[in-house]
């Protein structure tokens, strides 16, 4: 009896996830540190250098945004990879069955 062939992608899937919760992180800590630095510089953080760290700010979420959204992506290839090569496998097999 043949054994079929297996594919696990279990680790992708747990790294994807991690990657994502990490992306999420950072996203925070830039937050936090914005909330830190207006309240550390009080009255000096009005104007340019607020309006620095936005722009900033906003570049930082929308990189991270998209980096988790390639991560999401890169998982769903991966799966459907495996569920590809899966069927393929099964019907190379009844060539010789």
Known sequence: MAEQIRYEFGSIDET????????A???????????KMRNTC?????????EMYATAQTKCNTLLDEFAEKERQSGCATQQAGTDML???????GLFG
């Open 25 to 35: 992180q950072c996203k925070a800590a830039v937050a936090e540190l914005g909330v």
């Open 87 to 93: 069927g393929i496998d099964n019907r190379c097999a």
């Open 16 to 23: 994807g996830a991690l990657l994502i919760q990490a992306a």
């Open 42 to 50: 009080a009255e000096d953080w009005n104007g340019g250098a607020s």
